[in-house]
């Protein structure tokens, strides 16, 4: 057997929809653990510290290449800052604090608006194109996550009230509808992990007022080692390995298609409470995970509509 991979092999492995599916995996174990550690960790100092590690763990790569780049990252230094507002800052945060009034399932509920919101987001403000194909590929895959959460009982949703906590979360929605509508935008020539990290140092920096009001209010963080392994989860996974993947995903499929792989986070956590709690597959979970791929299907079936990137001095 030949030591070359062959050009199929290699294409498997960066494959956008493999990056986004793991994206949506690693994402899935984040809202468990946000949800866990409330109490022990404010929510502050959970997106704080777990941004503040990731870009420890970038700075020996990615510092070379920022030092390299720099004069290309001065030169978009807007879009760099306000992505990391957006996305890398204020989301997380936003995030984590509605976790201290909601449930993680609500959490993960409130995560299927995602793609609905880059659609009308897109198509209002951004003139994001969507075929008819890709609607009916996003509300197969919403029905199928309706499914899950409903427990087969779809009757069951109005009753679902919304309090602070949900509007919160919400809240973060939308600003990650409009992290990745703005990902057209990056500058093309940075490498990823340098424009991550970049991100990264102006999100941290964004949040350390925020973070200090925090800590005069009293609240710190009650450290054991769960909570150390939660950090060190939260910082490679969600954080470092999640953005690179999430942002290659819609730089090649376009917001669209990438957004509706938020969609197998409702998946990846049934399966998961199936392999690691003992929790038992009903057939309402096989029929959610059945519609939610069949959406993924219809909507990755034909090329995605790709916003064309700016121009080098367009912002």
């Given amino acids: 057997?030949?030591?070359?991979?062959?050009?199929?092999?290699?294409?498997?492995?960066?494959?956008p929809y493999l990056l986004l599916s793991l994206t949506s995996l690693f994402w899935s174990l984040n809202w468990v653990i946000g949800r866990a550690v409330v109490g022990r960790v404010p929510p502050v100092a959970l997106a704080y510290w777990r941004w503040s590690l990731a870009v420890l763990i970038m700075l020996p790569l990615a510092l070379p290449q920022i030092r390299a780049h720099w004069p290309l990252i001065r030169r978009h230094w807007k879009i760099t800052v306000l992505l990391a507002m957006v996305g890398t800052g204020f989301h997380n945060m936003f995030s984590y604090v509605g976790l201290n009034y909601t449930t993680a399932t609500n959490g993960?509920?409130?995560?299927?608006?995602?793609?609905?919101?880059?659609?009308?987001?897109?198509?209002?403000?951004?003139?994001?194109?969507?075929?008819?194909?890709?609607?009916?590929?996003?509300?197969?895959?919403?029905?199928?996550?309706?499914?899950?959460i409903s427990k087969g009982h779809l009757e069951t949703l109005a009753t679902f009230q919304f309090n602070i906590g949900d509007l919160i979360v919400l809240g973060?929605?939308?600003?990650?509808?409009?992290y990745t509508l703005l990902l057209k935008w990056r500058p093309a020539g940075i490498p990823p992990i340098a424009f991550l990290?970049?991100?990264?140092i102006v999100g941290v920096v964004?949040?350390?007022?925020?973070?200090?009001?925090?800590l005069a209010a009293g609240k710190s963080i009650v450290w054991s080692w769960p909570v150390a392994g939660a950090f060190l989860y939260l910082g490679i996974f969600p954080s470092f390995l999640g953005y690179v993947f999430w942002n290659k995903g819609v730089e090649q499929v376009g917001p669209n298609v990438a957004g509706l792989f938020v969609h197998l986070m409702p998946v990846f956590g049934s399966l998961l409470a199936w392999l690691l709690l003992d929790e038992r597959l009903y057939w309402f979970h096989l029929a959610g995970i059945a519609l939610i791929l069949l959406g993924i299907?219809?909507?990755?079936?034909?090329?995605?509509?790709?916003?064309?990137?700016?121009?080098e001095g367009g912002d």
């Fill in 297 to 311: 299907y219809l909507t990755t079936r034909k090329t995605a509509t790709v916003l064309e990137p700016a121009a």
């Fill in 108 to 148: 993960v509920m409130l995560n299927s608006a995602i793609p609905v919101l880059i659609v009308v987001i897109g198509m209002l403000f951004f003139g994001l194109r969507t075929t008819a194909l890709q609607m009916l590929g996003v509300a197969v895959s919403l029905f199928g996550v309706l499914a899950i």
């Fill in 1 to 15: 057997m030949s030591s070359h991979a062959s050009p199929s092999v290699h294409r498997w492995w960066l494959s």
């Fill in 197 to 200: 990290c970049a991100c990264g």
């Fill in 206 to 214: 964004a949040m350390t007022p925020v973070y200090a009001w925090e």
């Fill in 172 to 178: 973060s929605m939308v600003l990650w509808a409009i």
